[in-house]
C-alpha cells in the first residue's frame, strides 16, 4: 500500500463518545499534519509533527488529542466534541516538513451528533 | 483574518478553453506557493508549485504565475478538460515554517 491512508473513512459519534482517528503515511516522510475542513472555510492546520515531537498545535481545543507514535503514524484522538466538529479531517505528510509538497490522506468525515 | 483568498467559488468554462484560477494573500513574507487540486471523496493532490522568486513555473498544461508586488498568483489551465473539473485550492507557505496556510477553494466545472 501507498500514499497515506486515513481510517475510518466516515465516522458518526455522540458528543459524549470517546473515538479515534488513524492516518498511516508509507511515503518515507517525517513530518506528518493533521487538517480540518470545514465546509466553506480554508482548510485549518490544527497540528504538525516532525520527527515524532509536536511542532505546531494551532489553538486547537483539548478536547482533540494528537499522538505520534512513530513517524508512521499519527493518530487524533477525539472526547466530549460538539456538533460544530462536524468536518473532513485530513492527515498529511511531507519530508522535513518543509519541501513544498504535502501529500494528504483521502480524509475522515466526521458527525457529531 | 483570512491570508489566502479565492474570491470565486466556483468557475465553468467550456472544454478547450483556457481556466485561470485566481488567489490572492496578505502576507508578503510567504515565499513559497501551490495549487492543489481535490475531487469528491478524495484528499487534495498537489498539482504545481512556485517559489517567490520565480514569476512563472509551468508543468504542461499548467501554468502558476505570481505577481509579488499585488500579492497575486493564478493558475492557467490550457486547453481546459472535462477531467479538470475539480475544487482548486491555492496554499502559501513561510520558509522554515510548518504552516500552509490555504485558501477556500474554487470548484472548476470544464464543460465538454
Known amino acids: 500500500e501507498t500514499g497515506v491512508t486515513q481510517t475510518p473513512r466516515h465516522l458518526v459519534m455522540g458528543m459524549t463518545n470517546k473515538k479515534s482517528l488513524k492516518c498511516e503515511q508509507h511515503?518515507?516522510?517525517?513530518?506528518m499534519y493533521w487538517y480540518k475542513q470545514s465546509a466553506k472555510k480554508p482548510l485549518e492546520l490544527m497540528f504538525v509533527y516532525s520527527l515524532e515531537e509536536r511542532v505546531e498545535n494551532n489553538s486547537v481545543p483539548s478536547r482533540f488529542s494528537p499522538e505520534c507514535p512513530n513517524s508512521s503514524h499519527l493518530f487524533l484522538h477525539l472526547h466530549t466534541l460538539q456538533p460544530e466538529d462536524s468536518a473532513l479531517y485530513l492527515c498529511?505528510?511531507?519530508?522535513?516538513?518543509?519541501?513544498?509538497?504535502?501529500?494528504f490522506g483521502e480524509g475522515s468525515r466526521l458527525t457529531v451528533l | 483574518d483570512q491570508q489566502v483568498k479565492q474570491n470565486s467559488p466556483s468557475l465553468s468554462v467550456q472544454e478547450g478553453r483556457i481556466s485561470i484560477l485566481n488567489c490572492d494573500y496578505t502576507n508578503s513574507m510567504f515565499d513559497y506557493f501551490l495549487w492543489y487540486k481535490k475531487y469528491p471523496a478524495e484528499g487534495p493532490t498537489f498539482l504545481i508549485s512556485i517559489s517567490s522568486i520565480k514569476d512563472k513555473n509551468e508543468d504542461g498544461r499548467f501554468t502558476v504565475f505570481l505577481n509579488k508586488s499585488a500579492k497575486h498568483l493564478s493558475l492557467h489551465i490550457v486547453p481546459s478538460q472535462p477531467g479538470d473539473s475539480a475544487v482548486y485550492f491555492c496554499a502559501a507557505s513561510l520558509e522554515g515554517t510548518y504552516k500552509y496556510i490555504f485558501g477556500t477553494g474554487t470548484r472548476l466545472k470544464v464543460l465538454a
Open positions: 498529511a505528510s511531507s519530508q522535513e516538513g518543509r519541501t513544498g509538497e504535502l501529500f
Open positions: 511515503l518515507g516522510h517525517n513530518a
